[in-house]
T-cell receptor, first 115, second 113 residues
Framework: DTEVTQTPKHLVMGMTNKKSLKCEQHMGHRAMYWYKQKAKKPPELMFV???????INESVPSRFSPECPNSSLLNLHLHALQPEDSALYLC??????????????FGPGTRLLVL | SQQGEEDPQALSIQEGENATMNCSYK?????LQWYRQNSGRGLVHLIL?????REKHSGRLRVTLDTSKKSSSLLITASRAADTASYFC?????????????FGAGTTVTVRA
């Protein structure tokens, strides 16, 4: 199974809502990532988890809160978002390699619209 | 962070023609990867080339790497309508920067029937 799944596919939320994005992989990967992607731009790294511990936070605003409950699951909790946070949110996973970053497997993304 | 530049930004070709896109980067790398993204979908890994490799093939894809020029190219031969997508190069810097891949700006390829 080389699939990363993400739910929901689409999400519309108001600026006062709280919602969560979910990501799951069963490839035994120990590194998991959240990216944000705006239209016609490359993905921007937000967070990296390695062995269920937060390894990288790319100075993301606190209205985004990641969580890694176990080695297969990654959540992104959203609260008090702004319209400019509307984007495609991508989850990815990869094997943990001391030699460097290997292939990342991406989910299909959650298209988020903040009104 | 974005370390790569891709060229061209957009490319339109006829079905059956070859498509070539280039990627330049700034720092030493462990490997360089190419990904494809169909409109509004997730990225799909195409090929990974390590810093000690010069050329790699996978099906209709050919990737070259010139570490002295800090550049790579992706060639898609005999293009099909299904190849219409955005293509991104991504580099794993050396020394490694802890799981970060630096993505280029991307090349949008349109294959006309």
């Amino acid at each position: 199974d080389t699939e990363v799944t993400q739910t929901p596919k689409h999400l519309v939320m108001g600026m006062t809502n709280k919602k969560s994005l979910k990501c799951e992989q069963h490839m035994g990967h120990r590194a998991m990532y959240w990216y944000k992607q705006k239209a016609k731009k490359p993905p921007e790294l937000m967070f990296v988890y390695s062995y269920e511990k937060l390894s990288i936070n790319e100075s993301v605003p606190s209205r985004f809160s990641p969580e890694c409950p176990n080695s297969s699951l990654l959540n992104l909790h959203l609260h008090a978002l702004q319209p400019e946070d509307s984007a495609l949110y991508l989850c990815a996973s990869s094997q943990d390699r001391l030699a460097g970053v290997e292939t990342q497997y991406f989910g299909p993304g959650t298209r988020l619209l903040v009104l | 962070s974005q370390q790569g530049e891709e060229d061209p930004q957009a490319l339109s070709i006829q079905e059956g023609e070859n498509a070539t896109m280039n990627c330049s980067y700034k720092t030493s790398i462990n490997n360089l990867q190419w990904y494809r993204q169909n409109s509004g979908r997730g990225l799909v890994h195409l090929i990974l080339i390590r810093s000690n490799e010069r050329e790699k093939h996978s099906g209709r894809l050919r990737v070259t790497l010139d570490t002295s020029k800090k550049s790579s190219s992706l060639l898609i031969t005999a293009s099909r309508a299904a190849d219409t997508a955005s293509y991104f190069c991504a580099t794993d810097a050396n020394p490694r920067s802890d799981y970060k891949l630096s993505f280029g700006a991307g090349t949008t390829v349109t294959v006309r029937a």
